[in-house]
């Protein structure tokens, strides 16, 4: 009786360690997709388009108003030193 107790135990921590594994990757993808946002700053973010650049035209600005590199909101009108320009 005492060795089934502790069989079941043990099924329980494996199940949870298991369980476990997938949410610690998801919440540490999670944590590392916002620690590779440049800060408007570091980006050298301007309201203004840059010539004929602008937010709107680049490949990481996500609509209505987010960038893919940069964080907080985005103008479609800005510009920052990681545009990109589709090919």
Same mark, same amino acid.
């Given at each position: 009786?005492?060795?089934? /107790?502790?069989?079941?135990?043990?099924?329980?921590?494996?199940?949870?360690?298991?369980?476990?594994? @997938?949410?610690?990757?998801?919440? /540490? &993808?999670?944590?590392?997709?916002?620690?590779?946002?440049?800060? /408007?700053?570091?980006?050298?973010?301007?309201?203004? @388009?840059?010539? &004929?650049?602008? +937010?709107?035209?680049?490949?990481?600005?996500?609509? @209505?108003?987010? +960038?893919?590199?940069? !964080?907080?909101?985005?103008? !479609?009108?800005?510009? +920052?030193?990681?545009?990109?320009?589709?090919?």
């Amino acid at each position: 009786m005492v060795e089934k /107790r502790w069989h079941n135990s043990r099924r329980k921590v494996l199940r949870v360690a298991v369980g476990g594994i @997938p949410a610690a990757l998801l919440f /540490r &993808i999670s944590q590392t997709a916002a620690a590779d946002k440049m800060t /408007r700053q570091q980006a050298e973010y301007q309201d203004t @388009p840059n010539g &004929i650049y602008s +937010c709107g035209l680049c490949t990481l600005f996500e609509r @209505p108003k987010s +960038c893919k590199v940069v !964080e907080g909101d985005v103008s !479609e009108d800005g510009w +920052c030193k990681a545009f990109a320009m589709a090919d």
